[in-house]
């Protein structure tokens, strides 16, 4: 069945961890959509990656939090937050991709 994540997420937002990091949250709204989510390794560096259209060596961190239904992807940032060019100094505009984002579990 294919779902968005819109749907079963109540949290997706992005933020700044320091000057050159993003980190995305991804709370569920359900611990059993969340264990199903963890068990199908739906999120994972190739796949954040590709959906972020960076190399995998720019993804810091991926950890999945049982305590709070949640994944956090933790990123180096394109542009340091402030840098010349940057347009997102907190970083909280940077989760659009996974807005849209759809996958399937079985």
């Keep these: 069945m294919e779902y ?12 700044n961890s320091g000057p050159y990091e993003l980190t995305f949250d991804i709370i ?15 999120f994972n560096t190739k796949m954040f990656a ?9 993804i ?3 950890v999945h939090f049982d305590p709070a239904k949640a994944v ?6 394109p542009i340091p937050s402030g840098a010349l060019g940057e347009t997102d100094v907190y ?5 659009a991709p996974l807005m849209k984002m759809k996958f399937t579990l079985s």
């Design 4 to 15: 968005n994540l819109t749907d079963v997420a109540s949290v997706i937002r992005s933020k």
């Design 28 to 42: 569920f709204k359900e611990v059993e959509m969340y264990r199903k989510v963890k068990s199908a390794q739906v």
């Design 91 to 95: 970083g909280a505009q940077q989760h």
């Design 72 to 77: 956090k992807i933790t990123i180096v940032r």
């Design 50 to 58: 590709h959906l972020y259209h960076i190399p995998e060596s720019q």
């Design 60 to 62: 810091i961190s991926l």
